[in-house]
T-cell receptor, first 113, second 116 residues
Framework: QQQVKQSPQSLIVQKGGISIINCAYENTAFDYFPWYQQFPGKGPALLIAIRPDVSEKKEGRFTISFNKSAKQFSLHIMDSQPGDSATYFCAASMRGGSEKLVFGKGMKLTVNP | EAQVTQNPRYLITVTGKKLTVTCSQNMNHEYMSWYRQDPGLGLRQIYYSMNVEVTDKGDVPEGYKVSRKEKRNFPLILESPSPNQTSLYFC???????????????FGPGTRLTVL
């Protein structure tokens, strides 16, 4: 119930390609779905987030698509660049209490020049 | 500069030798958490604190202690470290959702701990 399942575990794309990361959840009480980006040697940092009242959110080359009925959400990175090479984590939380973030296991993205 | 700081950044120790990893934030955040990151397991919450003197267990609390005597500090204590606590540790802080920040968690730079 508290899990967030993320796939794939790793992805290699060419510069200019599209990177897609998928996540699925079970707990319908989740109401906040952020994506975090982590570069080697650094802590994760918020990249983009969505709430279930919208189906899509775009910020620059990064887009979250959200499917409430399927309990799935995904991150699309358009025109992938070598600088996007990082580990990406999806997460989910619910309002109130600890507002604990439940993280997926992460996906390592490599963008080749 | 708004930030979460952790010390030390790297630590090699031996089984059973008590250690403390410090965490401090300058953003006046109520919430603070400790996570460990292990390959293939992602980020798992160890302990969290909703405010001063309020702490609770996360998903993997065994072998760890925390305290929150001041709002800005949230140290992680390993009373008797064991090799299975070798990991990368992150401290994070946030404000409650609904205060404009949306619950964004700000992470420290990490502490790489090796227990021999």
């Amino acid at each position: 119930q508290q899990q967030v399942k993320q796939s794939p575990q790793s992805l290699i794309v060419q510069k200019g390609g599209i990177s897609i990361i998928n996540c699925a959840y079970e707990n319908t009480a989740f109401d906040y779905f952020p994506w975090y980006q982590q570069f080697p040697g650094k802590g994760p940092a918020l990249l983009i987030a969505i709430r279930p009242d919208v189906s899509e959110k775009k910020e620059g080359r990064f887009t979250i698509s959200f499917n409430k009925s399927a309990k799935q959400f995904s991150l699309h990175i358009m025109d992938s660049q070598p600088g996007d090479s990082a580990t990406y984590f999806c997460a989910a939380s619910m309002r109130g209490g600890s507002e604990k973030l439940v993280f997926g296991k992460g996906m390592k993205l490599t963008v080749n020049p | 500069e708004a930030q979460v700081t952790q010390n030390p950044r790297y630590l090699i120790t031996v089984t059973g030798k008590k250690l403390t990893v410090t965490c401090s934030q300058n953003m006046n955040h109520e919430y603070m958490s400790w996570y460990r990151q292990d390959p293939g397991l992602g980020l798992r919450q160890i302990y969290y604190s909703m405010n001063v003197e309020v702490t609770d267990k996360g998903d993997v609390p065994e072998g760890y202690k925390v305290s929150r005597k001041e709002k800005r500090n949230f140290p992680l204590i390993l009373e008797s470290p064991s090799p299975n606590q070798t990991s990368l540790y992150f401290c994070a802080s946030s404000s409650p959702r609904g205060r404009g920040t949306g619950g964004e968690q700000f992470f420290g730079p990490g502490t790489r701990l090796t227990v021999l």
